[in-house]
């Protein structure tokens, strides 16, 4: 089983449909989850750390399940900007260094 | 505020020369990290350092990679004799001292050609 592991896609959307990704992540002593996304040939950005609770941020919601191993990104009112691929990152090691494992990303297209 | 700074940003290189790859992280962060992206692959990660000291190189190939972080100046990832698989896009990454959830922010990258 893959450390992360996320559908590739791609999500083929129109603007304004609200679009979820899913991810799963194999290490039960990992303790720290981000979303991050990267445009095509550029540097992944960190888009959202996700809490145990769940947090928002705009248009973004994370979701965090410790119990099946599951995080998940929620897009509302897509815009063509979002266009990108989006990459479940999960912290190794359980402390609060270390490096970062990263799924392969979920390719999101928003389409006018 | 200067955010994670790598040079050169593009790298040729013949097969069997050195390549020398150069990362300044955000100002006050003291752990570097350098991953590689393989074209169409996910990121993997091959180094954390801080200052003088390697702390995990798990990922880093047995031989012909090698890296550090010195007390003063850039951190360096260093490929030896290059072969065409190390043709890849190299992203240094820094984060703040301990505590907090290890947000790790990412240069530009180097995107590394070997002919």
């Known amino acids: 089983r893959k450390e992360v592991e996320q559908d590739p896609g791609p999500f083929n959307v129109p603007e304004g449909a609200t679009v979820a990704f899913n991810c799963t992540y194999s290490?039960?002593?990992?303790?720290?989850f981000f979303w991050y996304r990267q445009d095509c040939r550029k540097e992944p950005k960190l888009l959202m750390s996700?809490?145990?609770s769940g947090n928002e941020d705009g248009r973004f919601t994370a979701q965090l399940n410790r119990a099946s191993q599951y995080i998940s990104l929620l897009i509302r009112d897509s815009k063509l900007s979002d266009s990108a691929t989006y990459l479940c990152?999960?912290?190794?090691?359980?402390?609060?260094?270390?490096?970062?494992?990263f799924g392969k990303g979920t390719k999101l297209s928003v389409k006018p | 505020n200067a955010g994670v700074m790598q040079n050169p940003r593009h790298l040729v290189r013949r097969r069997g020369q050195e390549a020398r790859l150069r990362c300044s992280p955000v100002?006050?962060?003291?752990?570097v990290y350098w991953y590689r992206q393989l074209p169409e692959e996910g990121l993997k990660f091959m180094v954390y350092?801080?200052?003088?000291?390697?702390?995990?190189e798990s990922g880093m190939p047995k031989e012909r990679f090698s890296a550090e972080f010195p007390k003063e100046g850039p951190s360096i990832l260093r490929i030896q004799q290059v072969v065409r698989g190390d043709s890849a896009a190299y992203f240094c990454?820094?984060?703040?001292?301990?505590?907090?959830?290890?947000?790790?922010?990412f240069g530009p990258g180097t995107r590394l050609t070997v002919l």
């Open positions: 990454a820094s984060s703040p001292p301990s505590g907090g959830l290890n947000e790790q922010f």
């Open positions: 290490n039960s002593a990992s303790q720290s």
């Open positions: 996700v809490y145990s």
């Open positions: 990152v999960v912290n190794r090691n359980g402390g609060s260094q270390g490096n970062l494992i």
């Open positions: 100002k006050g962060h003291s752990h």
């Open positions: 350092l801080q200052k003088e000291n390697i702390i995990d």
